[in-house]
């Protein structure tokens, strides 16, 4: 789960009374409840396990309403960090060694927090209600600074002074609805338990993802799946390469399967891309489409037809946003939308699923309103915020990368040090295909010298928690703008040996 702290706790908390001018001019406390506060502490007292519990959830001194609480909570986790028993006779003299003692109310106040006896069953409400008032306490912060910075608007950008108050909502609130975590006694039984399942032929495929079209380089590779951490998945190629004809046939047909999937296109329009889907779909060159036979156009129409009614429902296309900050804030919000639509409808809390896949085209046309003074550094930032928000919301991401010209230059397959301008996406990538046209391909040339499909070798390079090092064979269909598996197996006779180090799956 993404850190919560690094966004919507980010304002400073004063010491002292929390007093804000409330409207009217009055002074008025922030919601709070020192009830809760108090009878939260009590219970770790009572249960220690109940301070891992609350550092699990990032819960923070500053997020007590009274001072006091904060210290005696930070004073807890720090016994729970260093092994020391938490009790109230530790806790105490702790607070003595570092001068805090005082602060707190002395012994007197641990007294009086320790007398209120709840039972350690009673914890977790407690914690969920000291949470609760600290995102509402935030959100009305956040609310002021909003307010006054669009009051005090000076002609700069609206969407970027938008996006930014949206953003940080946005994670507020997905923080709220994911932060029931289970205790790491409990990861560890689903732990085995989920082992159990696969050891079992139990497996749940309903969120797989599959290479879309090609069934032999999909069996080879294998499926897409968050609970094996594929969360930032790379498709690269040189320049016109065919990536983007890739990632589109891979999102298209997940979508057919009934993924949710959202896409952003960064150099070409939503129109174009649509279209050329249903092209890919019905075998129709969509730049001749006047030159088709009736019969292919009505097939076409049909497939646009289908696409329509995905708009919006299974499918988001956008080619108008081009910020990473944007492009986070638009996911988060159509995931949770979705979410609260599955839950709206009475589906069941284990069944409930927002989105299924994002895709980009491509990652580094992307840009960021922070300041980097090199672009290396800007794409390693994108890169490392991308899996930070496929991994938070547990949803994988599929990026569309360019390679330099390195292996065309030379006369080779490309290797993950051909990734252009970052080392970053080789490190942060769960997974990388690559797109290589060997040399000696001499298939589908025209007259005119021009290629209407070419022989391609699509290489899994890498794979956190999979095969690697592997490729079958692919033929490229221009006309129509998408790829077919070369032969069963993907291997064709009389093929030269691979070469560095890969090599091709299925063959003998």
């Not at 720090?78 to 702790?94: K, M, Q, R």
């Not at 032999?216 to 499926?223: E, G, P």
């Not at 292996?407 to 990388?432: F, I, N, Q, W, Y």
């Not at 077919?484 to 090599?503: I, Q, S």
Request: proline share 4%; charged share 30%; aromatic share 8%.
């Amino acid at each position: 789960m993404e850190s919560f702290e690094s966004a919507a706790f980010s304002s400073a908390t004063p010491r002292g009374p929390r007093l804000r001018v409330m409207s009217g001019g009055e002074h008025t406390p922030l919601p709070h409840s020192l009830e809760a506060e108090e009878r939260f502490l009590a219970c770790c007292l009572l249960d220690p396990g109940l301070v891992a519990r609350g550092r699990s959830l990032l819960l923070l001194a500053r997020h007590f309403y009274d001072p006091k609480h904060g210290i005696i909570w930070a004073k807890m986790c720090d016994l729970a960090a260093t092994n020391l028993p938490v009790t109230i006779s530790v806790l105490a003299e702790e607070l003595k060694v570092s001068d805090q003692l005082e602060q707190v109310g002395g012994y007197a106040f641990l007294a009086q927090v320790s007398s209120t006896s709840p039972t350690s069953l009673e914890g977790m409400r407690f914690l969920e209600r000291v949470l609760d008032y600290a995102l509402i306490r935030q959100g009305i912060r956040e609310s002021r600074t909003a307010g006054e910075a669009l009051a005090g608007w000076t002609g700069e950008a609206v969407e970027g002074m938008l996006g930014k108050f949206a953003l940080t909502f946005q994670r507020m609130s997905d923080f709220a609805m994911r932060r029931k975590r289970t205790s790491q006694l409990e990861i560890a039984q689903k732990a085995r338990a989920a082992a159990a399942d696969v050891a079992a032929g139990r497996v749940d495929k309903s969120r797989w993802l599959h290479l879309g079209g090609l069934p032999y380089a999909d069996a080879a590779f294998l499926a897409y799946d968050t609970k094996n951490e594929d969360w930032l998945n790379l498709i690269a190629g040189p320049p016109s390469g065919g990536k983007s004809t890739l990632l589109r046939q891979h999102l298209g047909h997940n979508v057919i399967a009934g993924k949710r999937v959202v896409v952003f296109l960064l150099e070409t329009s939503t129109r174009s891309w649509l279209q050329r889907l249903a092209g890919m779909f019905a075998g129709v060159n969509v730049r001749e489409l006047d030159q088709e036979p009736k019969e292919r156009i009505a097939h076409f129409d049909e497939w646009m037809a289908h696409i329509e009614g995905w708009m919006e429902t299974y499918l988001w296309v956008f080619d108008d946003i081009f910020f990473l900050e944007d492009i986070e804030s638009q996911v988060r919000a159509i995931n949770r939308r979705l979410i609260e639509k599955d839950l709206a409808a009475g589906v069941a809390p284990e069944l409930v699923r927002g989105l299924d896949a994002v895709g980009g085209d491509y990652l580094q046309l992307l840009d960021t309103r922070e300041k980097f003074k090199q672009r290396e550094q800007q794409v390693a930032y994108i890169s490392r915020c991308l899996k930070r928000l496929h991994k938070g919301i547990d949803v994988p991401g599929f990026w569309a990368v360019q390679l330099n010209r390195g292996p065309r230059a030379e006369g080779r397959r490309p290797k993950l040090t051909d990734l252009r301008e970052s080392g970053a996406l080789e490190s942060d990538a769960d997974s990388v295909l690559m797109l290589h046209t060997p040399e000696e391909s001499k298939a589908g040339i025209k007259q005119d010298g021009t290629r209407s499909e070419d022989e391609v070798e699509l290489i899994q390079a890498k794979r956190r928690n999979g095969p690697r090092d592997v490729y079958v064979d692919l033929i490229f269909k221009k006309r129509w703008g998408r790829y077919e598996e070369a032969a069963k197996g993907g291997v064709r006779p009389g093929m030269p040996k691979p070469k560095n180090g890969y090599k091709r799956e299925g063959a003998a």
